[in-house]
């Protein structure tokens, strides 16, 4: 989608103008005091404030150095709350394109055999509506009759259309969504203001992020690191009176600045907000950042087979004749014997024979025909036409037919049957006016790409396993085919909640990705649970993640962000402490050399004076902020590697330019400010 495409230009126009009015709104105290180092760096702000009017009103102090200290104090935080702001606006852009997909829609009401027409605000849950092509479905529900092709483009923003059918795990319908052909009868599922869509809303605009245990940890590390300075910095006043060193409170709450890790602190909100922003980009939506960086550290996926590793019928895929029956005999047979089959098998083989022997349909109008629907007693369909007796069904259930018409099934026949069945599918015979004339292999379709997905997911340390209601040869084919590492077959719904635990267990954090209500216990009980959105109400509502494009190999990117999270996290938080080495170099000497001339010999990047010194460390200070927003942002770049590996890079690329950068910046703002006799 075009909002899409605007929203992932980092600077986009709309985004920052909002982005800058928010910067204004967060300098409330109560919503600085849940960042503790910029809300110490808030306090400092006043406090020069405070002095810089007092001293101006007293005529005291140097006013020009004074002020350029504390507009870059103030600067300092304002760059931190436009950090946080920017992720927090393009959540709330995202949020604004499903709005214009939420509006009030005439919904047709069925109450007692009468359609009636209100206005979807006064649908409540347990309502019955009818939609027909071209109108909007008014609210979230379950289709309980009928089939329709429907867009849900608002909601995922792919134009390809969707099928909703009653019964099965692809019967759940979004309001807002608008239904293409046939109709359907909807049972709504929500009240108004508690929609799905709503809470897709509520979810991008972060009004539900909660801080992650990682998050948490961190937050008090640098409230630690805050406090230890804070305390160091108080005690350098009185020796600073002591040796005669004319230091003042300006020059001390700088150094302070300076010292805690600001960078860091500006910069952490603005990352976890921004890691739940880049799930929506890839049409993800998460309850919290908690669920994201979860995602970093899943080392267990689970998959349902049925919808998610296949696409969820079986199909034909092969016509194997009995002996002394040409295959063409057996196709034109199978073919007549799905004309009214409307289940997804039936309309497979009649697909299948046009493609492959391009057999395609007859006019049956003339003729005196009478179809045999599908019976759980018989488990057989078929036709009669033209003196022809077809009948197609299970292996026992022809067996059975045979039998009544004095015929046996062929033996070489009976090999083919068990062969099928070996290879994990589904075999249905077609016999005519009581002869056997072969068998149809039905076969679970894996999905595309699926074999290679799951091998990028073996790279990043992942074991896949695939959970199944099949018997153990039907998944162990299916599991070969799609490349997964394990399976569970003839699964319930404990029987998944129970494996989850006892990888949970063993320590290991668990992914479950699954479509259905048998799915919903295991996605509660999973780390991070990935619902379909094609899939049953109960299982996005089990979830803490709802994948809107339904394809279950996207929790390849779920992982890759959660990496990128607590990689970008752990990144910036290096820097952050890394750029205090040259902090130290650039205030010290400047504060204490004229009492103590040996202390020049640390004024290694020979800036020009104490007072330039000072200025140019809190200007870098303020600026590095703005300057990490965009990896903030963007995330660091993930690639699969060891633990090691990825705490060397780490050390060399973010410490060592930790170092190196401010030593190079604070200079560089030395030489800028002299040459313009700001100090």
Request: contains cysteine.
């Amino acid at each position: 989608m075009s909002t899409q495409s605007n929203r992932r230009s980092l600077f986009n126009a709309t985004i920052v103008r909002r982005a800058s009015i928010d910067t204004l709104v967060k300098l409330n105290p109560r919503v600085m005091m849940r960042n503790p180092v910029m809300f110490v760096v808030e306090i400092g702000s006043v406090l020069t404030t405070v002095l810089l009017i007092s001293n101006a009103i007293q005529h005291k102090g140097h006013l020009g150095f004074n002020l350029q200290i504390t507009l870059w104090l103030w600067f300092t935080v304002l760059f931190a709350n436009f950090a946080e702001a920017m992720a927090e606006g393009r959540g709330k852009a995202q949020a604004d394109a499903l709005r214009l997909a939420k509006s009030e829609t005439t919904a047709y009401r069925v109450t007692k055999g009468e359609v009636q027409e209100v206005p979807s605000s006064h649908l409540r849950i347990h309502d019955v509506v009818r939609v027909a092509a071209g109108q909007m479905i008014p609210g979230d529900g379950e289709v309980i009759e009928g089939v329709a092709s429907v867009d849900e483009s608002a909601i995922t923003g792919e134009s390809a259309p969707v099928i909703r059918e009653a019964g099965g795990d692809r019967s759940a319908v979004t309001g807002g969504t608008r239904v293409l052909s046939d109709i359907i009868t909807v049972r709504i599922t929500s009240n108004p203001g508690e929609t799905f869509l709503d809470r897709m809303i509520a979810l991008v605009e972060g009004a539900e992020r909660q801080k992650t245990p990682n998050e948490i940890a961190l937050n008090i590390l640098l409230a630690g690191l805050t406090i230890i300075f804070l305390l160091a910095v108080v005690t350098l006043q009185p020796f600073a009176v002591y040796s005669g060193a004319p230091q003042t409170i300006f020059v001390l709450i700088s150094l302070l600045i300076c010292l805690i890790p600001t960078t860091i602190g500006g910069l952490l909100s603005a990352i976890g907000i921004a890691g739940m922003d880049r799930l929506v980009q890839h049409n993800v939506l998460a309850t919290s950042g908690r669920a994201v960086e979860a995602a970093g550290d899943v080392s267990t996926l689970l998959l349902d087979k049925t919808g998610t590793i296949t696409t969820g019928n079986r199909h034909a895929s092969e016509f194997i004749a009995a002996p002394g029956v040409t295959e063409e005999a057996l196709v034109d047979a199978a073919q007549l014997s799905s004309l009214s089959d409307e289940t997804p098998e039936g309309r497979s083989i009649v697909v299948l024979a046009k493609e492959k022997y391009n057999l395609r349909g007859r006019a049956l109008g003339q003729l005196n025909v009478e179809f045999v629907p599908f019976s759980a007693t018989t488990r057989m369909s078929g036709i009669e036409v033209d003196g022809r007796s077809i009948r197609k069904g299970a292996v026992d259930a022809i067996a059975r037919h045979l039998q009544d018409h004095g015929s046996e099934m062929p033996g070489q026949l009976r090999q083919a049957v068990e062969s099928i069945a070996k290879s994990g599918g589904t075999p249905l015979v077609v016999a005519e006016n009581g002869k056997a004339l072969g068998v149809i292999h039905l076969k679970d379709v894996v999905k595309g790409g699926m074999k290679e997905r799951f091998e990028q997911l073996r790279a990043m340390g992942i074991r896949t396993i695939m959970i199944t209601g099949d018997n153990p040869l039907t998944a162990a084919a299916i599991a070969r085919e799609a490349g997964v590492d394990d399976f569970l077959a003839e699964a319930k719904p404990k029987d998944k909640m129970d494996l989850i635990k006892r990888e949970q267990a063993d320590g290991k954090l668990v992914a479950m990705t699954g479509d259905g209500t048998n799915d919903a216990p295991a996605l509660a009980q999973a780390d991070v649970g990935v619902a379909m959105n094609s899939g049953t109400q109960a299982a996005k509502e089990a979830g803490n993640m709802v994948d809107l494009d339904s394809n279950p190999t996207k929790l390849i990117e779920i992982v890759a962000i959660g990496k990128q999270l607590l990689m970008t996290r752990g990144a910036l938080t290096t820097f952050s402490i890394s750029n205090d080495v040259a902090k130290y170099f650039a205030i010290i000497p400047a504060m204490f050399a004229g009492v103590f001339p040996v202390l020049n010999a640390l004024n290694i990047m020979h800036l020009h004076n104490a007072e330039s010194a000072v200025l140019s460390a809190v200007i870098f200070n303020a600026l590095i902020i703005i300057g990490l927003i965009p990896l903030a942002l963007r995330g660091v770049s993930y690639r699969p590697m060891s633990a090691a590996a990825m705490l060397r890079r780490n050390l060399i690329v973010y410490g060592g330019g930790g170092i190196i950068i401010p030593f190079l910046g604070i200079k560089a703002i030395d030489i800028v400010i002299t040459a313009l006799h700001l100090a």
